[in-house]
């Protein structure tokens, strides 16, 4: 996308990648943020938790985690998607990558 000044003159160009670049952040910190949220929200509640390419998949001993659970893992910047598994379903050994047991690893 080419960058103009005031009069019409070509001082730069901005690419795609520059303009989403601040948007793209990196799974361990979207899984943190998640992590940080359902221990404020859910102290001592046992969650796995993953995060790949900003896709979150949740899974709980509880079943799925209420709807404002839900908005607010949404609005944190990063996350794509959301879904829940139910906690002993393992799709190829990944779903157990990490635990949240009140926030915390286990």
Do not use: C, W
Not at 1 to 9: A, F, Q, W
């Amino acid at each position: 996308m080419p960058v103009l000044d005031e009069d019409n003159r070509l001082v730069g160009l901005v690419s795609r990648s520059d303009l989403v670049k601040p948007l793209v952040r990196p799974d361990s910190e979207i899984d943190a943020d998640i992590r940080g949220l359902l221990a404020y929200l859910n102290p001592g509640g046992v969650m796995t938790v993953q995060v790949r390419a900003g896709e979150v998949t949740i899974a709980g001993s509880d079943g799925p985690t209420p709807p404002l659970f839900d908005h607010l893992i949404r609005a944190i910047p990063g996350v794509i998607s959301l879904s829940h598994l139910p906690v002993d379903t393992d799709p190829a050994g990944e779903i157990s990558e990490s635990q949240t047991k009140g926030g915390g690893s286990s």
